[in-house]
């Protein structure tokens, strides 16, 4: 990755705004490297990079129509809209051909988006998750998963290898071009007064971000307890209360503040918000989304590991379970460079 770049494309899937916010560091490695960095996105996941980095140049793509059903039946909604997918996957393919016609990258970076790649330049994919962890269909999704991505030139996993990896056994592989970067993360540690006493930072696919947002906001409202909310989303959120700060989207420095002035950080376990709480190291509870095997499977391997407090949501009982969190526990973080 030390290669003399002049221009580089750097594409998030917009699913949640995990995969945007680990890009930031690529995205700042690249640019302190003296390259042309431009980004290439579609909804959330844009505007998030837009406001981080107001001076690049971007470019919308089509956008993934896969929606999510509870969690009953996730996997059969996902399986029905395989050819949805594959449609959306085939769009943004056209558009990224397109794309290197007028602008000729010297690297391409796409963060899950398969469709994201040229026979005519370096074409790398990013994603941490090689192997799936299900009950059924595990080595089936895997298999194309595979397929999505057999025709970069690397994988680049935001991982160490194991023991001392951070998403376990779905970061690890010994496929010869999987190449293993350090984790990514926006996070810095900053000094300041204590405000609040709950961040809540949310993101994630709908309608779990939602209904996860509206069941804290049930059990926090008659609270005492002061609350930060990031919601995720720029979907305008229409309740308030005097006791609760609400932001839709916020960028790296106003998150890293937030976390500075909470005593207590409440997320999902999303790999992309484990990777920053390894960097602030903060007391935390985590929520997996509900029949997301992925955070499902995070859950239990940083509980099993005691690295952090993690319920699951239909158990939720937000301020009893504040007494008894602890600080994120993983001490391996590595962090990227170019």
Same mark, same amino acid.
């Given at each position: 990755?030390?290669?003399?770049?002049?221009?580089?494309?750097?594409?998030?899937?917009?699913?949640?705004?995990?995969?945007?916010?680990?890009?930031?560091?690529?995205?700042?490695?690249?640019?302190?490297?003296?390259?042309?960095?431009?980004?290439?996105?579609?909804?959330?996941?844009?505007?998030?990079?837009?406001?981080?980095?107001?001076?690049?140049?971007?470019?919308?793509? =089509? @956008?993934?129509?896969? &929606?999510?059903?509870?969690?009953?039946? %996730?996997?059969?909604? #996902?399986? *029905?809209? +395989?050819?949805?997918?594959?449609?959306?996957?085939?769009?943004?393919?056209?558009?990224?051909?397109?794309?290197?016609?007028?602008?000729?990258?010297?690297?391409?970076?796409?963060?899950?988006? =398969? @469709?994201?790649?040229? &026979?005519?330049?370096?074409?790398?994919? %990013?994603?941490?998750? #090689?192997? *799936?962890? +299900?009950?059924?269909?595990?080595?089936?999704?895997?298999?194309?998963?595979?397929?999505?991505?057999?025709?970069?030139?690397?994988?680049?996993?935001?991982?160490?290898?194991?023991?001392?990896?951070?998403?376990?056994?779905?970061?690890?592989?010994?496929?010869?071009?999987?190449?293993?970067?350090?984790?990514?993360?926006?996070?810095?540690?900053?000094?300041?007064?204590?405000?609040?006493?709950?961040?809540?930072?949310?993101?994630?696919?709908?309608?779990?971000?939602?209904?996860?947002?509206?069941?804290?906001?049930?059990?926090?409202?008659?609270?005492?307890?002061?609350?930060?909310?990031?919601?995720?989303?720029?979907?305008?959120?229409?309740?308030?209360?005097?006791?609760?700060?609400?932001?839709?989207?916020?960028?790296?420095?106003?998150?890293?503040?937030?976390?500075?002035?909470?005593?207590?950080?409440?997320?999902?376990?999303?790999?992309?918000?484990?990777?920053?709480?390894?960097?602030?190291?903060?007391?935390?509870?985590?929520?997996?989304?509900?029949?997301?095997?992925?955070?499902?499977?995070?859950?239990?391997?940083?509980?099993?590991?005691?690295?952090?407090?993690?319920?699951?949501?239909?158990?939720?009982?937000?301020?009893?379970?504040?007494?008894?969190?602890?600080?994120?526990?993983?001490?391996?973080?590595?962090?990227?460079?170019?």
């Amino acid at each position: 990755m030390s290669e003399d770049l002049r221009k580089v494309l750097v594409s998030p899937l917009n699913w949640g705004l995990g995969h945007a916010s680990r890009c930031i560091p690529i995205i700042q490695g690249y640019l302190k490297k003296g390259a042309d960095v431009h980004v290439a996105s579609d909804g959330d996941a844009l505007k998030l990079l837009q406001n981080e980095f107001p001076e690049l140049t971007f470019h919308s793509l =089509p @956008g993934y129509e896969v &929606k999510y059903g509870d969690e009953s039946g %996730l996997i059969a909604s #996902l399986v *029905f809209q +395989v050819p949805g997918l594959m449609k959306n996957i085939s769009a943004e393919y056209m558009a990224m051909q397109k794309l290197q016609e007028q602008e000729n990258f010297d690297l391409i970076i796409s963060d899950n988006r =398969p @469709g994201i790649k040229s &026979k005519k330049t370096k074409s790398v994919y %990013l994603t941490h998750q #090689l192997q *799936f962890k +299900v009950k059924f269909g595990g080595k089936l999704a895997g298999k194309m998963h595979q397929m999505m991505y057999k025709d970069f030139d690397e994988v680049w996993v935001p991982d160490v290898e194991s023991p001392n990896s951070l998403a376990g056994e779905l970061s690890q592989s010994n496929k010869p071009k999987v190449k293993y970067i350090g984790h990514l993360s926006r996070a810095q540690n900053v000094l300041e007064a204590k405000i609040y006493d709950v961040l809540l930072l949310l993101s994630g696919p709908e309608p779990q971000r939602s209904k996860l947002e509206d069941e804290l906001y049930r059990q926090l409202k008659s609270s005492k307890l002061k609350v930060a909310l990031v919601r995720g989303t720029s979907v305008p959120r229409l309740r308030t209360h005097p006791k609760f700060k609400i932001i839709d989207l916020a960028n790296a420095k106003e998150i890293d503040q937030l976390v500075a002035q909470s005593k207590v950080v409440v997320a999902r376990t999303g790999y992309s918000t484990l990777m920053d709480l390894s960097v602030w190291k903060r007391p935390c509870l985590l929520i997996p989304t509900p029949g997301q095997p992925e955070q499902e499977y995070l859950g239990n391997y940083l509980s099993d590991n005691k690295w952090a407090k993690v319920v699951n949501q239909k158990n939720l009982n937000i301020v009893e379970q504040l007494e008894e969190i602890q600080k994120f526990g993983y001490l391996n973080f590595t962090p990227f460079s170019i």
